[in-house]
């Protein structure tokens, strides 16, 4: 451990006097990543933290993830429909709880069919 010493001159009426200042002992083998600021009267330790990944996904999963995500979206016909009736709402032409009850019921009725559908 090595300890150093700055020292500051500041001129008085009567003189000029030192002040030494001792600086706090520094750390051997610090790990990467940390770094010590030094205040007055104060040294602060600012450590980071690694988080190791398990791994990265591969294609397959990425693919997958995609599929379920594609999946879970509505149809471009479904997002204009439903594009349309929230601009309806915003310019005033119909009200919104009139609104929001067309597109839960186009909702719903878009997931019983998609149901039939899928068990038959």
Known sequence: ???????STSSTSSGTSHRTRKQPPTRAGRAQGGTDITLPYVTAELH????????????KELASAVDTVRGQLPSREQALFYGGLTAAAAFSLIEWPVAAAIGIGNALIQRSVHKEISEA
């Open 1 to 7: 451990m090595a300890t150093t010493t700055s020292s």
């Open 48 to 59: 980071t933290t690694k988080v190791h990944l398990p791994g990265l996904p591969g294609r």
